[in-house]
Nanobody, 121 residues
């Protein structure tokens, strides 16, 4: 079994910062891409940032220049540093990973349980 466990969410004032972490554990051979998504009430889940195994990154236009995604392959962990937070960043943030498990040729897609980020104005 594989688990993705997020941490670091919370309540912060506009202009503040938070750092989210997502650690993957279990039967893992290697991890390909890792991503952060978010879902605000009444809205569809959207991609916030992604990072490849080679550390290439991609960001949604709404967070460019404010958020930074990074990963520690030795710890199977992905991070999301969020600065200059805005009330519209309020959402449940989900970690996602595509990874290879021992004995399997195809990658599997896993999601974390989500962590709430609330930005007050």
């Amino acid at each position: 079994q594989v688990q993705l466990v997020e941490s670091g969410g919370g309540l912060v004032q506009a202009g503040g910062s938070l750092r989210l972490s997502c650690a993957a554990s279990g039967s893992i051979f290697s991890i390909n891409g890792m991503d952060w998504y978010r879902q605000a009430p009444g809205k569809a889940r959207e991609l916030v940032a992604s990072i490849t195994s080679g550390n290439s990154t991609n960001y949604a236009d709404s967070v460019k220049g404010r958020f930074t995604i990074s990963r520690d392959n030795a710890k199977n962990t992905v991070y999301l540093q969020m600065n200059s937070l805005k009330p519209e960043d309020t959402a449940v943030y989900y970690c996602h990973a595509d990874l290879l498990r021992p004995g399997f040729r195809s990658a599997f897609s896993y999601w974390g349980q989500g962590t709430q980020v609330t930005v007050s104005s």
